[in-house]
């Protein structure tokens, strides 16, 4: 005889995060986690919570080509790296300019084209490097044109990186103890050069004969990238990291998981965060930690080609990850970034309609901004309006599997409740047992939407949301199977 269930609430969706079934059995999948989630966050915990938009920062900048670099200078000024096409450029965000208006205005031009450029702010000046050009340059912060940026004399003196007429070309620039730290030059691939301490003058200078140290050249790897972490200055090769102190270097690699990607380093509030071939790690001064065994599969699916192309920035409590295109069983996810709460660690992945090549923050003296620089000539603000830039933002998630009760005992679903903040019409799915047809139920309407007369027998139940939103962000609350009847075993004979 069947018996009448209570009403099941599936009330904690997202309380885990994306939990991929790559990664862990779904009989250990926590209730509360989704199996996929395509452009929606669990920051409200318990909810599914649609991202916002972007919008471009003040339209295009060099139309169709990549951003190669992003740096906010301490003079409340934003720099961006641009292709023409022949050259890179050095453009500068010159906002609500007393006679100009806002604009994108030439900083500095015909830098080696395609060339990644990296800046630090030290003694009242921005620097740049790109592993290329024969002098690195150094910003006035005064004004637009090739004159503010000086390539010998104080406070920087990078006249003094040439040696022999041979000038040294760094790819890698980090402030740690009062000096400036280079490496990544192309004739010295594992050497870290670095200047004095900066004076009482507010003057450095470069000894090329004294003042470096070889980062165990015999490792077969070369310099990656350099970050300053606590008392430590990390430098990394693709599968190691040394930790200097200025007294000195580990002599052997102690720590065997590195990165091939400067931009894929960023400092959270629980420590440092990096890709490497295996995943996503965190390093908060020990052993670094792997934090991406749920989106396991996403991680194996990154394309090589893209590791030393992959792109970090974060917010209040969040680390983002660009990785390009990732195709996971046929279907190809694009512009993928990978999003970890630090709070909550749990995952999300989101789809652009443009893929992130740089990014960083802009303090421009109202408000802090995060932004982005595209594959397509453009800059983006995050997290503003409800499109990307115009685009419609798709959307979905999928639930776990729910099995009500003994997965031995057959139910008969009669009526299923969503309830949704904000609701928009999202359509609703969902798929029994093991078929892999997925059901239609309707589209949510209001608050709390009905689907009646199911008359749906099943073992188990997994539910799918998915839409198209150009509107506010919805709230999904979950789902309450209201009527239901258990069947007991079935036995087939």
Partial sequence: MAVKLNPIEIRNLGTYGLIREAS??????????????????F??????????????????VSAGYP????????????????????????????????????????????????AKTRFVDFAGRTIRVNGVDSSIRVWTGVDDGPSYWEYSGDPINPQQLWNDDDPIKPKFIEVFKSRVYLAGDSKYPDRLFFSTVIDSSGNISWLLDTNYVDINPKDGENITALKRYSLELLIFKPNYIYRFRTSGVDPDPLIKIGTRSQESVIEGKKGLYFHHDTGFYRYSGGYPVEISKPILDFV????????????????NDHIYWSVGDVTINGETWKNVVLRYTESTEVWTVYS??????????????????RIFGADNGVVYKLDDGYTDDGEPIGYYFITKWYELGSILDRKVIQEIVALMEKSQASKVMYQIDDESKWKDLGQTQEFLTYFKNLNQ?????????AGISRVEPFIFKGFIISECLNEGKIEKL
């Fill in 43 to 60: 920051d409200r915990i318990g909810a599914v919570t649609l991202r916002l938009g972007i919008s471009n920062l003040h339209g295009t």
């Fill in 67 to 114: 951003c190669l670099g992003v740096h906010n200078a301490f003079h409340s000024t934003l720099l961006v790296v641009f292709s023409d096409g022949t050259n890179n450029d050095i453009y500068c965000y010159h906002y609500q300019d007393p006679i100009y208006g806002t604009y994108w205005g030439k900083s500095l031009e015909d830098d080696t084209k395609d």
């Fill in 24 to 41: 862990v059995d779904d009989n250990l999948i926590p209730d509360g986690a989704v199996v996929e989630a395509k452009n929606v966050h």
């Fill in 300 to 315: 194996e699916n990154i394309s090589y080609s893209n590791y030393e192309d992959i792109c970090a920035w974060k917010d």
């Fill in 352 to 369: 652009y309609a443009y893929r992130p090549t740089w990014a960083g923050e802009y303090d421009d003296g109202y408000e802090i901004r």
């Fill in 457 to 465: 027998k099943c073992y188990r139940i997994r539910f799918k949301l």
